[in-house]
Structures are given as C-alpha cells and as structure tokens.
C-alpha cells in the first residue's frame, strides 16, 4: 500500500499542474473567441503582425487546442511548442516593451507560462495522460 500511494503522490502534482496550464491556455482563447476575434484580429493588425485574420485564429486554435492536449496529456510535450512560440510572440510584440512588472502590462506573466512550459516540455505529462 505504502508504495501505491508514493506512486499517487508523486504523480498527483505533475497532473494537476499539467491540467492547470493547459487550462489557463483554454480559458484565454476561448475569451478571445467569446469577446469576439474582430476585436483580436484588430488588435494584433495594430501591432503589425502580418496576415492578422490568420494570425488571430491560429493563436486561437493553439490556445485552445494545445490546451486541450495539456489538460487531457495527449502529445502534451508537442503542445508546448506552440504555446511556447505564441507566449514569445507575446512578449516581443505586445509585453517585452512594457518592463517585468505584471501590473505595468509587463511580461512577468508570459514568463512564468513559458517556465511551465518548459518543465512540461523537459518532464513530460506525467504517467496519468493519455498519451505520452
């Protein structure tokens, strides 16, 4: 018994971060899809990316589609790729400008989901995925 709950324990935190991560990428794509991507698509066009009505919903599909993959752990470590590109993105375009602090619109928080992404890229998903 001792060792089944070793076991439990010691894959419970790598779950449920991986299911917390994905799905703070979930949550904001489906925002931008629910507050309507015309106001996205404009937003990104202002910034000068190229080919904004496609840019917009591709950030959407990685978002939310890669998030999926992280909460449910299929092909998790894949995910992250495309999550990490978008947060880079994010930085460069939009954050990176703006200093560290969070509450100065900094990239404080980009950083921290590319940190987590990162160690669920290095880690993997964990044992309770659905796919490694």
Known sequence: ???????????????????????????HGTLKVLNGIDGFTKYIGALGIPYPLVASYLVVGVEILCGLALILGIFARWATLPLITTMIVAVVKVTGKNGFNVFDKGYEYNLVLIACLVLILSQGPGRWSIRN
């Open 1 to 27: 018994m001792g060792s089944k709950l070793t076991a439990i324990c010691s894959e419970l935190p790598r779950t449920v971060f991986r299911v917390v991560v994905g799905s703070v990428f979930v949550y």
